[in-house]
């Protein structure tokens, strides 16, 4: 199972996400899990412990043929995998364009070097360039974190858009797992006016599961370690698991949509007709 995380709009937690629902996945046991960092700013590199400078290759070689799977590291969380990424990953947005199969390397490569994961997570760009459309065309489903802030339904509506023309075009199996809100403070009014918003038009296709804005979770990158290492008590690491935990669900053909909702403002229940429509979008 692949699965991207992806927003066109920078800043609303894609690669904190990418890197907990990893960590959360792996320390269930279920299966080993790889995160590829497809972002050039390699944030997701450094946040799980990797090194950048010590690197000698990146996601970027693996995509153009030079390495295999040979670039994948370990991480400190057993069943955990980082294929790291570099800043030469810049260049790919120009290489790409003048081949034949622009928007297919990324799913191609992973096809042939990459088999026996039993979920890869993909951090994407905050951009909508030919990285993300790599991400896109690769991945069985999409996760689209998005902030709890004024504008984020008119982000929202244009990324969607994207994803029903990548379906249309790239990759007709491409379905989107959830919305998710993020860094939710519930201290200030438009936190829970934008959830109200939101799951008002989007119903069950956005997570039950609200992350909420927490210091520890901050701080978890700079240490180099993922929320479920560097305080697994936090509010922060709760509110991952618990998504881990709604994630499986819909995987496996189930909606959590109907447990108490960790956090404050819940919104109450929902009928069921906004997953569906992740069939439809």
Known sequence: MVISICNQKG??????????IATSLALRNSGSVLLVDFDPQANA????????????????DFINGNVGKEVVHN????????????????????ELIESADREFRLKSKISQELQGYSHVIIDTPPSLGILTINSLVASDKVIVPIQCE????????AFLNTVRLIRERLNASLDILGVLLTMADYRTNIASEVEQEIRQNFKDLVFH????????????PSHGKP?????????GAQCYDALTEEILGRLGGYNHGEKE???????????GEGYSRAQQI
């Not at 800043?11 to 907990?20: E, F, L, M, N, P």
């Not at 991480?75 to 120009?94: D, Q």
């Not at 599961?209 to 978890?220: P, S």
């Not at 929320?227 to 509010?235: A, F, N, Q, T």
């Open 11 to 20: 800043g609303v937690g894609k690669t904190t996400t990418a890197i907990s």
């Open 45 to 60: 590199t450094s946040g799980i412990g990797i090194e950048r400078s010590a690197l000698t290759s990146s996601v970027y």
């Open 75 to 94: 991480t400190a969380v057993a069943n955990l995998f980082v294929m790291p990424s570099a800043i030469e990953l810049c260049g790919s947005e120009i």
């Open 150 to 157: 004024y504008f984020a339904l008119e982000g929202l509506m």
């Open 209 to 220: 599961t609200v992350i909420h804005r927490n210091v520890r979770l901050a701080e978890a």
């Open 227 to 235: 929320i479920g290492l560097y305080d697994p008590k936090s509010i």
């Open 261 to 271: 909702r960790l956090g404050q403002g819940d919104i109450g229940t929902h009928s």
